[in-house]
């Protein structure tokens, strides 16, 4: 149960973290998200 929960809160952020590289409009904000959906894989 615990594990399920874990897993689609990390997929849920990696997707969002995803979305967030393509649509930022600041290089730097993108860059950051990418950071982020890199250590979240």
Same mark, same amino acid.
Request: charge should be positive; proline fraction near 2%.
């Given at each position: 149960? $615990?594990?399920?929960? #874990?897993?689609? #809160?990390? #997929?849920?952020?990696? $997707?969002?973290?995803?979305?967030? !590289? !393509?649509?930022?409009?600041?290089? !730097? ?6 950071i982020l #959906?890199?250590f979240n894989a």
């Amino acid at each position: 149960m $615990i594990a399920a929960l #874990a897993f689609y #809160a990390f #997929a849920a952020v990696l $997707i969002g973290s995803a979305v967030m !590289v !393509v649509t930022s409009r600041n290089p !730097v904000h993108s860059v950051l998200f990418l950071i982020l #959906a890199f250590f979240n894989a």
